[in-house]
Structures are given as structure tokens and as C-alpha cells.
Nanobody
Framework: QVQLVESGGGLVQAGGSLRLSCAAS????????MGWYRQAPGNQRELVAR???????NYADSVRGRFTISRDNAKNTMYLQMNSLKPEDAAVYYC?????????WGQGTQVTISS
């Protein structure tokens, strides 16, 4: 059973930065795609950024230019660097990975923005 564990969330002032990490229990090279999603209270879970095994990435319009998704294959870890954070970025952020028509999810990490 693959496990994904997020970390790095917390409280930050608007305009600040955070880096989220998603550590996988096995090699991330097995995943076709990995991504970050977020869910704010009362909202549906939405895609923030996604990275394919081939290195292609895409971002939600609301975060493009501020967030960067990356991975370290040797550490089996994916990252989300979040800069210029806005109050509307506050949410629980979830790590996601897909392989063999199965999708794995982490437990989420809370990001809170103070204005």
C-alpha cells in the first residue's frame, strides 16, 4: 500500500512563502503523474499543480507564476514551493499520485494565511 505524507503547512502572512513536501513510501518513478490539490471550507477539491513522469507540469491559473511543483526522485519526494501567498490560497493541501489506474492521496496539510 503506497503512502503519501505531506508536510510543510502552517501559518504564514500574506505575501509570504511556504514549501510543502510529499514523501512517498516507495519510488515516485512508478507514478505516471503526481500533483497537489487543495480544498478550502465549503469548496470542492481543486487541482493546484501537476507533474508528469516525463517532467511536464501544469498549474491552475490562480497560482501560475507564484507556485512551483518539483520532485526529487532520489528522496521519493515531491514539493510545492508557494510564493506571494494570498488569503485565498488558504486550504488543506493534498498530495496525489497516480499509477496503474489507481490514485493515491495523502492525508493533507493545512495552509493558513493571515492578512
Amino acid at each position: 500500500q503506497v503512502q503519501l505524507v505531506e508536510s510543510g503547512g502552517g501559518l504564514v502572512q500574506a505575501g509570504g512563502s511556504l514549501r510543502l513536501s510529499c514523501a512517498a513510501s516507495e519510488s515516485i518513478l512508478r507514478f505516471n503523474t503526481m500533483g497537489w490539490y487543495r480544498q478550502a471550507p465549503g469548496n470542492q477539491r481543486e487541482l493546484v499543480a501537476r507533474l508528469t513522469r516525463g517532467g511536464f507540469s501544469n498549474y491552475a491559473d490562480s497560482v501560475r507564476g507564484r507556485f512551483t511543483i518539483s520532485r526529487d526522485n532520489a528522496k521519493n519526494t515531491m514539493y510545492l514551493q508557494m510564493n506571494s501567498l494570498k488569503p485565498e490560497d488558504a486550504a488543506v493541501y493534498y498530495c496525489n499520485a497516480g499509477a496503474n489506474n489507481y490514485v493515491y492521496w495523502g492525508q493533507g496539510t493545512q495552509v493558513t494565511i493571515s492578512s
